[in-house]
């Protein structure tokens, strides 16, 4: 016995040590690949040293001589932190991820080989003026500059990632650049899944029902939804989606969740300074790292300091001594989704404007790991490339006999946007600016503008020019064939719309309806916000002048305008009513929960009970209202429509026939669906979290999921690269965290403000930033998380140009000499 006992001591003992020494040899190799800040390199395609600067925050300000110096040496910086990130989103672009996944990411390289995305900037390189073109090439060598000091001085492949999915990496191109912002088009446009939902719900609901439940934009003269299109006849009505839950690699996201963002300026008038403000909060998905990296380029114009995209070689959202610039998503319907009859005898042509002709064919090869390759036959027709009904659900809404197509703006092989953003780096004032976004073409954007003493908001990118006579004007799919359908290319770029200097001296956007134009000169008829925007409007009113602290605290604002405006009215019965219940029954825990919801004020409080309770009331109360009407097509509505419900609870136009359940014989009132839905929420709750109402917190439900897109499911690593973090706001806060809407826990924070930045032109280096991760996409880098913990508790860094204080406070000094 003692000898057996001895063998398992030594036994366990030497499985200990080797867990020690593979975890230790795991960790080598993965540490390999941290760049060393403080290191003199001799680098292949400068003209002179460049220094780079990293300040305690790891944010590099960049000096050189030269703005060529200067770009390299930002992608230097860029693929020093974010190498497996940028190889990433190329890979996505160019449709190539099933090389290193598999089957897994088929379905995406499949959508982005038909889009062609990455054929069209590479067409497109040849449009920017020259001045952009020296950018993307010496942006280019300085990557490709860093991947050789990889592989020249062993440096850990570059990324932990690359051992684990080792394959060359390719040289950076200057068309790379270009289809990471093509890529990001992708991910902020949603108006073709629009399209799509909103003709499959045509097919099961009358107009005036439709209505209630995709309305317009809040708006005056807004045309009423037309009739079920002729081509729709015969479709299936209640077919249920093939979409699962999308791979978190897929730069396609849900229409819940795709581009958002804040921005919001006030005149010298309004401030309290004598000088302008700006304040610009992007939304976009979460991911760890964030998609956002944070750099300050020392160019011949002046410095400039703000959110870069690893790829991208302009500052996205940011300021110079002279001018702010920030960005929200327009909600510009740049996407028309085409109806295409095939030929009959021949299914390799279909109808055009003058009888039946070939589709435009291309075959490529898709390579997947472990799997045989896969030979796509790409289609184009003159409306855009052809999509099968695999993607989107487009299948869903296609007669037999015909194909879908997609006309986008950013499909341009002339797409000048890189060039727009670049010269707008170098602008001076807003006038410039706007003339400097002119060249711009997708995605479309609401680009905020300050200088010392003016303010302005100018829709850039490519507006669709549509004809009067356009059958669905762009809301759901039209034929193809018919000429008034078709786009007769883009509006002059003076067509977009412009604010400037306005009387009341504040501008702002929440990504809501700002005009009020009728198609076809109309913006879009379906936007990403209707409620954030009254609580912003509240707070900008609240004050006669402004400071750089009142726009950080709206930045921070998780007051919800719609918990305050519905709540009433949903609960307008029940408060108040009924008899006394004893403890442990539903009557009993439905009046704590109306008690706690009485008092509460809609802040969505990471610390509260009430944001849970008033979320999972409102998601269980939509699901009684639609489920008997659309059947499975319910299941696709995975947020709350404010104004939805609102339209019921105040019986619209006859809205409120959507409390009466039709398959039930009696006639059921809205009061009754409402305390229903708040009985299902409760349930709900007491399974998930527990029936103790008082001490249920917002923040366990609402987790910001910084998410590693490859290893986040991966056993035990995942531990070591998501980021989860209690988080406050909601889905209609100004601190927009916006919810899954799917899975066991719907209410998961999952899109938001990766970045944000306040600019205070009255002592611009006062200015304020940060991003929702730190700088280095590295797991074993101190700064893989280190802002992150800032970001959640709403606090900044300092936004300087001041080259003595990122000197003062530097964790390093990389110099750069030509070799």
Avoid at 77 to 84: E, N, S
Avoid at 479 to 485: C, I, K, P, S, V
Avoid at 778 to 787: F, N
Wanted: with cysteine; net charge negative; proline share 6%.
């Amino acid at each position: 016995m003692l000898t057996l006992f001895r063998w398992l001591i030594r036994i366990v003992t030497g499985v200990i040590l080797l867990a020690v020494a593979g975890f230790g040899l795991a960790y080598w190799f993965a540490s390999r690949s941290l760049p060393d800040y403080e290191a003199t390199l001799r680098a292949e395609g400068l003209a002179a040293p460049v220094e780079i600067v990293r300040d305690n925050a790891n944010v590099p300000h960049i000096f050189g001589a030269s703005d060529a110096d200067v770009y390299f040496a930002l992608g230097f910086a860029h693929a020093q932190d974010r190498l497996w990130q940028m190889t990433m989103l190329r890979r996505t672009a160019q449709g190539r991820l099933s090389e290193l996944f598999g089957e897994r990411t088929l379905e995406i390289d499949t959508l982005l080989r038909r889009l062609d995305l990455y054929r069209l900037s590479v067409a497109s390189v040849e449009d920017q003026d020259a001045a952009t073109r020296a950018m993307l090439r010496a942006y280019a060598a300085g990557v490709n500059a860093w991947i050789a000091e990889v592989n020249d001085g062993a440096r850990g492949r570059g990324a932990p990632e690359m051992w684990l999915f080792n394959h060359a990496i390719a040289p950076w191109q200057e068309a790379d650049s270009i289809a990471v912002v093509k890529l990001m088009a992708l991910q902020l446009s949603s108006h073709l899944e629009h399209e799509v939902i909103r003709a499959r719900t045509q097919l099961v609901l009358e107009p005036e029902r439709l209505r209630d439940l995709l309305p317009e934009a809040p708006g005056d003269g807004i045309a009423a939804p037309g009739r079920r299109a002729e081509w729709m006849d015969g479709l299936p009505r209640f077919a249920e989606s093939g979409r699962g839950v999308p791979d978190p690699l897929s730069p396609a996201r849900p229409r819940e969740l795709a581009g958002a963002s804040n921005a919001w300026t006030a005149a010298p008038a309004r401030s309290a300074a004598g000088s302008t403000l700006l304040a610009n909060d992007p939304h976009l998905q979460l991911t760890a790292p964030s998609i956002w990296y944070l750099a300050r380029l020392e160019l011949g114009s002046g410095g400039v300091i703000g959110g870069t995209i690893p790829g991208v070689p302009v500052i996205m959202s940011g300021r110079s001594a002279e001018l702010g610039w920030g960005l929200t998503s327009s909600y510009l319907d740049d996407q028309d989704v085409y109806i295409e009859q095939l030929n009959p005898e021949n299914p390799n042509e279909y109808r055009g404007l003058d009888g039946f002709q070939p589709f435009r064919t291309r075959d490529s090869i898709v390579q997947v790991r472990d799997a045989p390759a896969v030979t796509l036959k790409l289609r184009w027709t003159e409306n855009g490339p052809v999509l099968p009904g695999e993607h989107y659900d487009l299948g869903l809404i296609t007669p037999p006999g015909h194909v879908t197509s997609l006309a986008w703006t950013a499909l341009s092989p002339d797409d000048t946007s890189l060039t727009a953003a670049r010269r707008l780096m170098e602008a001076k004032s807003v006038e410039q600016g706007i003339e400097a976004s002119a060249l711009y073409i997708a995605p479309s954007q609401n680009l905020t503008l300050a200088d010392a003493g003016s303010i302005a908001i100018k829709t850039i990118g490519a507006m669709p020019d549509r004809s009067p006579r356009h059958q669905s004007q762009g809301r759901i799919p039209s034929r193809g064939w018919l000429e008034q359908n078709r786009w007769r290319g883009v509006l002059d770029y003076v067509r977009n719309p412009q604010f400037i200097d306005p009387e009341n001296g504040i501008l702002g956007n929440t990504n809501n309806k700002m005009v009020e134009r009728p198609f076809p000169n109309h913006v879009s008829f379906a936007y990403g916000d209707t409620q954030r925007v009254n609580r912003w409007q509240r707070l900008m009113q609240a004050r006669e002048v402004h400071t750089r602290e009142s726009f950080i605290e709206a930045q921070l604002d998780t007051v919800s305008f719609t918990a305050r405006s519905l709540l009433p009215l949903i609960g307008a019965d029940l408060w108040f009513t009924g008899q006394a219940a004893p403890d442990g029954t539903p009557e009993r825990l439905r009046q704590r929960a109306l008690d706690l919801l009485g008092d509460w004020n809609g802040e969505m409080n990471e610390h509260l009970p009430e944001p849970l309770i008033y979320a999972a009331w409102l998601r269980a109360l939509q699901d009684r209202l639609i489920r008997d009407e659309l059947g499975p097509l319910a299941r696709d509505y995975t947020h709350v429509q404010p104004v939805f419900i609102e339209r019921v609870f105040r019986d619209v136009d006859g809205a409120g026939i959507w409390c009466d359940v039709i398959q039930s014989a009696r006639e059921e009132t809205c009061a009754e669906i409402a305390r229903l839905a708040l009985d299902d929420a409760l349930l709900w709750i007491g399974e998930r979290w527990g029936a103790e109402l008082e001490s249920l917190r917002w923040g366990d439900a609402h987790e910001a999921t910084h998410d590693h897109p490859v290893l986040g499911e991966a056993p035990v690593l995942r531990w070591f690269v998501n980021i989860r973090q209690s988080t406050s706001g909601g889905d209609n806060t100004l601190l927009r965290g916006r919810t899954a809407g799917t899975g066991d826990n719907p209410f998961r924070n999952v899109h938001g403000a990766g970045f944000r930045g306040v600019y205070d032109f009255a002592d611009p280096d006062s200015s304020v930033f940060v991003i929702s991760t730190g700088q280095s996409g590295h797991p074993l880098s101190r700064h893989y998380d280190d802002l992150g913990e800032l970001w959640r508790r709403g606090e900044y860094i300092p936004m300087s140009l001041d080259p003595d204080l990122a000197r003062a406070g530097a964790v390093g000094i990389t110099q750069l000499l030509p070799r």
